[in-house]
């Protein structure tokens, strides 16, 4: 009862702390009098917002966008966990090929994204190629550090039992890493909205992050605050959809909270 009457209070609070927000910015824009063509107001902005779901072809941009988003995430997180797998369990690869994945993730990601266009065309692989790249670092980086985490006393058990190599990455290694997964999972869902959108303001006729340029080349600032709201929204909800499924797979982790509490 007391989790739940805890989950309400945030919601209200949340709910509250949003009225405040938008009634703040309502009237520093009005009492300023700023203009729409710089700064919308927060009714401008919703009406845009509410609009935007009403244009066909406006949807058919943010369903590009989010299949792009996803195809980039999987891709990526999946080349990801694998090479942090074989970098933790194979020692040469994790000697000769881990130094040079961590310099390249030190280069900007926009620096590359022209390069992707060159290599890959303007259409969906070059767009989903960048999201790959945004994508990969924190997913194999986690995997690596959530592998190594491994309870040494419980290999040396296994061992002891006589269990190879894989029954010990299995049963030992593996449900160890399955937190860290998830957190960079979670990292990763949001940087891939990111690389989504660079992606498209780097070359595309379609998507979010091109609806974002055409209506900057026409100064409509409300419907750019609207579709900035989209992706926010899509962002959420897609970190929302992995904090979910971490509750479900790493469900000994919720429990182990609730014992300490």
Known sequence: ?????????????????????????????????????????????????????????????????????????????????????????????????????????SVPKIAIAPLFVVWFGFGASSKIAIIMVTTFFPVLINMVVGLSSASEAQIRLLRSYSANSWQIFRRVKLPSSLPYLFSGLEIAIMLSVIGAIISEFVGSSQGLGYL???????????????????????????????????????FWQGSSKKNES
């Open 1 to 105: 009862m007391k989790n739940k009457e805890n989950k309400t209070k945030d919601i209200l609070l949340t709910l509250l702390t949003f009225i405040v927000i938008l009634i703040v910015w309502e009237g520093s824009v009005r009492y300023f009098d700023v203009s729409s063509a710089i700064f919308p107001s927060a009714i401008d902005t919703f009406t845009s917002f509410v609009r935007f779901f009403f244009e066909t072809e406006n949807l058919r941009h943010l369903w590009i966008t989010f299949n792009q988003t996803i195809a980039g995430f999987l891709l990526g997180s999946i080349a990801g966990a694998i090479l942090g797998i074989l970098i933790s369990e194979v020692p040469w690869v994790r000697k000769q090929i881990f130094p040079y994945i961590i310099a390249l993730n």
């Open 212 to 250: 974002m340029l055409f209506y900057k080349a026409q100064f409509r600032i409300p419907e750019m605050f609207a579709v900035l709201a989209v992706i926010s929204i899509m962002g959420y909800l897609l970190m929302l959809s992995i904090q979910i499924c971490t509750k479900k797979v790493v």
